[in-house]
């Protein structure tokens, strides 16, 4: 015997409920450590602080073994549960997540050695402002899927999906305008390519939160968005939002 509850069947069985909030909230504490070495690391950067570039690379230990931790108790369900519909359509989803967050980790881990060699260099180059723009923007972008992921809000999932699309122009603007810079002044290119790589990594975050943003849409409403264009993706949010209204209504 079962029941819907939060996007998940309840069951009998208080283990296997166990289990299952086990393994979510392990995805959100996860999610946790993976905004903050987000957040040491553009912050270490724009501010030239080696020891906060320090702490966002051991974060990223952490980070790779809660991945491997996550992936084991989501098989070890599979294997002695056999879970079935939206059970099993949970634990694909947070199996899928804990990949991007674990990818998002490792872009940060780049943006703290990128910091940590201007550290050295003693440089403070031009694109940081560029940096502390669309650094805001993908740190407001992590933030948001988190608290999408906590209260299975497909809503606020989908108004985060939009944000890659503005990460992604301003991160092209941003290479066109240091491109013509390097051009102007040659001298320039060695620091300011290790800004590029940066900027790079954030553009690359910004696509990692846009997957976890579909990955609770198909948990929430069982459509796979993955390959949908965001008007596909808002039918998908409005049609399953309608039904759960529906659904509070009767």
Not at 137 to 143: A, G, S, T, Y
């Amino acid at each position: 015997m079962e029941y819907e509850k939060d996007g998940y069947s309840t069951h009998i069985s208080q283990q296997f409920n166990q289990d299952l909030e086990q393994i979510r909230t392990e995805l959100l504490t996860m999610g946790g450590l993976v905004e903050r070495q987000v957040q040491d690391s553009i912050e270490a950067l724009l501010n030239g602080d080696s020891d906060l570039a320090e702490r966002s690379l051991r974060g990223d230990k952490q980070t790779n073994d809660m991945e491997l931790m996550i992936d084991e108790h989501c098989t070890r369900i599979i294997a002695r549960r056999q879970p079935a519909a939206s059970d099993l359509r949970m634990i694909m989803s947070i199996s899928r997540a804990v990949v991007d967050l674990e990818r998002i980790g490792d872009e940060a881990t780049r943006i703290s050695r990128q910091a940590m060699e201007l550290v050295k260099g003693g440089e403070s180059p031009r694109g940081y402002q560029e940096i502390r723009h669309i650094g805001s923007l993908v740190r407001i972008m992590v933030r948001d899927v988190l608290t999408a992921f906590a209260r299975s809000d497909i809503n606020l999932a989908y108004q985060v999906a939009k944000q890659d699309k503005a990460v992604d122009q301003e991160y092209r603007s941003a290479m066109r305008s240091l491109a013509t810079y390097m051009m102007e002044d040659p001298r320039s290119i060695s620091s300011v390519l290790n800004v590029i790589w940066v900027l790079r990594s954030l553009e690359r975050i910004g696509d990692h939160v846009c997957n976890l943003a579909e990955h609770l849409v198909y948990l929430v409403s069982g459509t796979d968005v993955r390959h949908q264009s965001l008007q596909e993706m808002h039918r998908t949010v409005r049609e399953e939002t309608d039904s759960q209204d529906e659904d509070d209504d009767a």
